[in-house]
C-alpha cells in the first residue's frame, strides 16, 4: 500500500486514526496528572505562606492574585462571558475550589500537620467520584460502595487514633473542606466538557474576587504580617498555581478522560505531600500515615474496579 493509497482510506481504517482515539486519552491522563503532582505541593506551600501571614490573609491575598492572572489570560484570548446555562455550575467551582476548599485547609493547617491533612483529604478522589456519580445519575455498584465505605473507614480511623478519639477542630475544617471541594471538581470536570478548562477556572477565580478581597480586607485588619521569603514564596505558589494554574492542567484533562477516571490520579497526591513534607518542612510522619494512604489506595482502587 503506498502513502497515497493510504491517505484516501476511511477515517475509521486509516493508520492515524489510532492516534485519534488514542491520543486524546493519553495526554489527558498526562495533563491531569501533571495537575496532580502540581497540587501535591499546595499543604507545603500553604504552611509556608502562614509563617509570614494569617489563614484568612493568606486565602483572601491567594484568590486576588489568581484572580489578576485569571483576568489577564481572559483578555489575552478574549473569552466570551459564560452562557446562562454555565453560571450556576461555575459558582460551585468558585464556591468549592476558589473559596471553601482553600480557606478550611488553611485553618486546618494552623494546628494541624501537614502529614496528617494529607491522609485525611486521602479520601478527596473518592468524593469527588460519588458526587459526579450522583450528579449524572449513575448507581455505583455494591462493591463500589463497600469499597467506598473502607476508605471512608479508614480515614476516620486515622483521625481518631491521631486525635485520641476526640476529632479535632481542624479534622472538621478538613472534611468539610474536602466535600465542598470535591462538588467543585466534578461539576468542574462537567464543565470542562463544553468550556475550555482554562476559561472554567479562571471564570470561577474571577467570580470569587468580591468575596476574596473582603477576606483579604478583614485578614489584614486583624492579622499581623511577617514577610518573608517561605511566606512569600508560598503564597505566590498557591495562588498561581494551586488556585490558577495546576486547575488549568486539571479540568483540562478531566474533559479528555473524564472525572471518575481523573479524581483517582489523585490517589498519588496524599503519598507525595507526605514525602514533601518530610524533604520540605521536616515533618516526622505519624507511623499510621502511610499505611492509611495505602489503604485508602487500595479502596479508591476497587471502587474503579467495580464501576461499569
Given at each position: 500500500m503506498t502513502a497515497q493509497d493510504s491517505a484516501t482510506l476511511p477515517a475509521a481504517i486509516a493508520p492515524h486514526h489510532s492516534v485519534h482515539r488514542f491520543g486524546p486519552a493519553a495526554s489527558g491522563t498526562a495533563l491531569a496528572g501533571l495537575g496532580v503532582a502540581l497540587f501535591s505541593l499546595s499543604?507545603?506551600?500553604?504552611?509556608?505562606s502562614l509563617t509570614g501571614f494569617g489563614p484568612w490573609t493568606s486565602t483572601g491575598l491567594r484568590g486576588v492574585l489568581a484572580a489578576l492572572l485569571a483576568g489577564l489570560y481572559l483578555a489575552a484570548v478574549r473569552a466570551p462571558l459564560p452562557r446562562r446555562r454555565h453560571r450556576a455550575g461555575l459558582l460551585v467551582v468558585s464556591g468549592g475550589c476558589?473559596?471553601?476548599?482553600?480557606?478550611?485547609?488553611?485553618l486546618a493547617l494552623r494546628t494541624s500537620s501537614t502529614a496528617h491533612s494529607a491522609v485525611v483529604i486521602g479520601v478527596l478522589p473518592l468524593a469527588t467520584a460519588v458526587v459526579a456519580a450522583l450528579r449524572t445519575g449513575r448507581r455505583p455498584s455494591r462493591a463500589f460502595w463497600a469499597a467506598a465505605l473502607a476508605g471512608a473507614a479508614a480515614v476516620?480511623?486515622?483521625t481518631l487514633l491521631q486525635s485520641h478519639g476526640r476529632p479535632t477542630v481542624a479534622d472538621l475544617y478538613l472534611f468539610v473542606g474536602l466535600v465542598v471541594c470535591a462538588a467543585g471538581y466534578a461539576e468542574g470536570g462537567r464543565l470542562a466538557r463544553d468550556l475550555p478548562g482554562a476559561q472554567v477556572i479562571a471564570w470561577a477565580v474571577?467570580?470569587?474576587?468580591?468575596?476574596m478581597l473582603l477576606t483579604a480586607g478583614l485578614g489584614l485588619a486583624a492579622e499581623p504580617v511577617h514577610l518573608g521569603a517561605k511566606a512569600l514564596a508560598g503564597l505566590a505558589y498557591i495562588a498561581a498555581v494551586s488556585q490558577f494554574g495546576g486547575f488549568v492542567l486539571w479540568y483540562r484533562g478531566m474533559a479528555r478522560i473524564g472525572v471518575p477516571?481523573?479524581?483517582?490520579?489523585?490517589?498519588?497526591?496524599?503519598?507525595?505531600t507526605l514525602v514533601w513534607a518530610v524533604l520540605l518542612l521536616g515533618e516526622e510522619l505519624p507511623a499510621a500515615a502511610p499505611v492509611t494512604a495505602a489503604v485508602v489506595l487500595l479502596c479508591i482502587a476497587a471502587t474503579q474496579r467495580a464501576r461499569s
Open positions: 499543604f507545603p506551600a500553604t504552611a509556608w476558589v473559596l471553601g476548599f482553600p480557606l478550611l485547609t488553611t476516620l480511623a486515622f474571577v467570580a470569587a474576587l468580591p468575596a477516571r481523573a479524581s483517582q490520579l489523585q490517589l498519588a497526591q496524599p503519598l507525595l
